[in-house]
């Protein structure tokens, strides 16, 4: 008898449970095919359950949550709710009170998938982002002084610990050894300007490399010059490192450069604690309903989330399907021009795993 994983779906918001349910079949057929089970149980934490009730998040969320081997989620965001409240306060509260410190983007381009960079193919666009998921820009420190006056001021404090910045640089350290693809690590910051963050954040690397990572080969690398490369030369990247805020907006660049929002996943990870996997794209509200939306990025989370959980030939599987997929059937990765709908390439994804594709 395999393992059994209690799973916490949270569809969210817009296209989130269109796309969920597409995640969710292709789980069941993964377990079908490799002998665990999973247990799912649904929450309703969304635009939709605030508009209704006013309330975004149940304080007991985080402790629920801590009850379950893993927590796979749709979207957030609404487009009748003022933007931040459901996203700072689902996604980032959820982040935080689960202390999910790390925020993993792989930036990968799949066979037969369009990439905006020039003559770049699938050997060339390999990486993972290891994102900084509970300090920086986003703890929310500051505020106001004489608001809304000519003398206002306004203050966002980033901030970074010994400690957050140590295990997320050892998070990025372990996985460039696990990886075994080129055994490199570059640390993403901006140390001619910041000159405190980045500061301890350089500082932390290379002590951590020098004493304990001699086989990986570890460089800094300012972010602004990361953006360029990543356009121009993503084939010297493995692994970067970096901080909350600049994660954010460098995975919206590696996205694009792997085809885009359909098929880009990503995992915010407490390696001692319960783990969230999610697309990283929004919630769609335009295409809602409409049975167009890609499902691959919740498809693809949902392979990060079997990894995660130790069901790593059920991962590679999943992922094996979905190249399959993007090489041979599926035309373009846009809403609507899949050449199948939502639900097709479910089944297709689905297919694929049981017939051990
Ligand atoms: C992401 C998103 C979130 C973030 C938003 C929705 C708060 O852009 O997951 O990258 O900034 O982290
Ligand atoms: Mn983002």
Known sequence: MGKSYNIAILGGDGTGPEVMAEGVKVLKSSAQKFGFSVNLTDFDWGGERYKRTGEVLPDSAADTLRQFDAIYLGAIGHPDVAPGILEKGILLRLRFELDQYINLRPVKLYPGVDTPLKD??????????????????????????????????????????????????????????????????????????????????????????????????????????TCMWM????????????????????TDLGAMTQGGMGIAAGGNINPNGVSMFEPIGGSAPKYTGKNVINPLACICAGSMMLDQLGETEAAAAIERAVMKATAEKIKDLGAGRMGYSTTQVGDMIAQFVADGM
């Open 120 to 225: 770049k193919t699938p050997a060339q666009i390999d990486y993972v982002v290891v994102r900084e998921n509970t300090e920086g820009l986003y703890v929310g420190n500051g505020g106001f002084f004489k608001k809304g006056t000519a003398d206002e001021v306004a203050i966002q404090t980033s901030v970074n610990t010994r400690k957050g910045v140590e295990r997320c640089l050892r998070f990025a350290f372990d996985l460039a050894r696990k990886r075994k693809k080129k055994n490199t690590l570059g640390l993403v910051a901006k140390t001619n300007v910041l000159t405190y963050a980045s500061n301890l954040w350089e500082r932390a690397f290379h002590e951590i490399g020098q004493k304990d990572y001699t086989d990986i080969q570890h460089d800094y690398y300012h972010v602004d010059a």
């Open 231 to 250: 356009v121009k030369n993503p084939e010297w990247f493995d692994v970067l490192v970096t901080d909350n805020l600049f994660g954010d907006i460098i």
